[in-house]
């Protein structure tokens, strides 16, 4: 169970914060005593004192960029952010809609790009922040299916390899989390046989759960990771 105080003091901002993996680390957030913003497309699914939710396309970066400029009036600063948000089509690279590959691209690539670049100039102003980006085990194994998804995940670790340069001197790290299968709506979406043999590959052979992923999480976002940036962690014994 998490330190109710852990967090206190500090606002978090979570994408897409709804459900699954989002909404497990928003509520562990705010189990720590976090004020938490939630970014999501749809109408917020969590009802607590200290959640802002906004609705947000996280594919679209003018609506990003507007929905900072909310947050500034409302909130005034962002601490830690979870880039989280993402979308997935699992299909070979012949057959992909074109629609799906640019949808990919615009919410798990361009979308943690314009959320940690409008965070990073609230974290400035206070010169301290953390960015973790949540990756995939999906870079490393490069599932057949998955060649989209794949390379904007593997994006995420160099575009947080590239800002930790960018962001150092005022005090803000930016690390990426790539974590394995883990029970979830995006995990629903593909057949059972199909995710449980790429699970079968890891050295580490089963099924992520909330602490795995949690516990990362709060190291990262502590103090007590200040000298750790540019780093891409993953789950499981991938690499």
């Known amino acids: 169970m998490i330190d109710p105080a852990r967090y206190s003091g500090r606002v978090a901002l979570v994408t897409g914060a709804r459900r699954g993996v989002g909404r497990m680390v928003s509520e562990h957030f705010l189990n720590g005593g976090a004020d938490l913003v939630g970014f999501a497309r749809g109408e917020s699914t ?34 830690i952010v979870i880039n989280n948000a993402a979308v997935l089509t699992s299909q070979y690279a012949m057959i992909m809609p074109a629609q799906a590959a ?11 790009f314009m ?10 102003k206070r010169k301290w922040g953390r960015i973790i980006n949540m990756g995939s085990m999906a870079v490393s194994l490069e599932p057949m299916g998955d060649s989209v998804y794949a390379a904007c995940k593997a994006g995420l670790s160099t575009m947080a ?16 989390l790539a974590i ?12 059972r046989n199909k995710v449980q043999a790429i699970i079968d590959r890891l050295p580490l052979p089963r099924f992520a759960v909330a602490d795995d992923i949690l516990n990362v999480i709060d190291f990262l976002a502590s103090e007590r990771s200040s000298y750790i940036t540019a780093q891409t962690n993953y789950l499981g014994g991938v690499n």
């Open 46 to 79: 969590i009802d607590h004192p200290h959640y802002h939710h906004y609705r947000v396309d996280l594919g679209n970066a003018s609506e990003i960029a507007a929905v900072f400029d909310d947050l500034r009036k409302a909130v005034g600063r962002v601490d």
């Open 102 to 112: 640019q949808a990919m691209l615009n919410i798990n690539l361009l979308g943690p």
């Open 115 to 124: 959320v940690s670049r409008e965070a990073a100039k609230l974290m400035r």
């Open 161 to 176: 390899g590239v800002m930790a340069r960018e962001f150092a001197s005022f005090n803000v790290t930016c690390n990426t």
């Open 180 to 191: 394995t299968a883990i029970d979830s709506d995006m995990l629903n979406q593909l057949p």
